[in-house]
């Protein structure tokens, strides 16, 4: 665990972007996705802070551990956890969870919907159905569903949904994402023309609810644009902030000349630097691809240079730099403007997802409430 480098998560920040969401869906309520530690800020604070100050009746998390871990810490805490994908549903020794505590899992292929159709004590777990439209990941299509139509009518649907492939992109008319939209919607049709009652439906993530697609359904399940980075980067119209932002300190700094080599392998100066050292490496979270990447370092222009070693990273800066920065001084990777994040992780052609799940548990998460 470090102490000068840490991620300062503002929940005032996480409210903000909640209140902007809700009012680009006005009609729906928001069921948080607080998978993978909800989004690296920490899966207790976040989770609890949603419901104890937003009131969420539901939040979505990807694995049934996520789920228990939620009620472990909080035993009372207000609210429906969703388990999306990872459900444990076929291991008799986890799927008891479901029948004792407030976890719905999400069925998405037949041997889950078998189960919980087929043993009685299921019978009190709502039935949440993810249909595949398109996106061919998970999901129960048209035709199974018809086929399991006579059972699902005794029980009742209670939350309909499914998941969009392509959302980030610019929405279009006839394009895959609209297309998906249709599948959705005639299988609700469907299934209602068969007699079976759908009480709640749920569609859009971060892409389209950027896009106001989807908004009319019961439920929107925001993911990312919750913690502050946009899905839709081109345009990028999504104004949320950065929930986080990601602290460091200098190490040391020094001079070096053209042509000298720095650290770990073959890494020589191509030119005379001004050199930084951070105490972040890939162990905590600074892949090793970040190498390369630029980064504005309290007013000037750096560069991760050579190579990330597992507890520190280089910064090389002009020369002219020196005696600008020093020992000692708390810097940031990124700040609360989500435009700083996804430069981020346009630099190192990958998404900003991925840039925030990496931050390990070596950097503390340390909790600001204006
Ligand atoms: C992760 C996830 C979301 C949220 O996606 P974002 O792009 O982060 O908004 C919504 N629905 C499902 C089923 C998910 O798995």
New binding site residues.
Partial sequence: MRHSSYLEINLNLLSENFAKIQSLAPKAKLLP?I?ADAYGNGLIPISRYLVEEHKVEKL?CASLGEALRVFEECPHLPTEMLV?SDTELQNPKYREAYLNLNITPVIHQRSDLDIVLNNPEFYKVPLVIKTNTGMNRLGLNLNELVEYAPKLKNRGIKHLLT?FALSYFPLKEGDKTHRQMDEFLKIRRTLSDLGVSIEETSVS???AIEQRFGVSETYV?????LYGPP?VTDPHTWNGHQISRFVTKILKTFTAKKGTPIGYGINVLPKDAFLAIIPIGYADGLVTFASGLELNINGHRGQLFARINMDMAFIMFDPSVEGKIKAEDVVEIWNHDNKVITDIANQMKTIP?QVMVAISSRIPRIYKVK
């Fill in positions: 996705m998978k979505g999306f998941h993530n971060s892409g399940r925001p993911g990312l644009m899905a997802y």
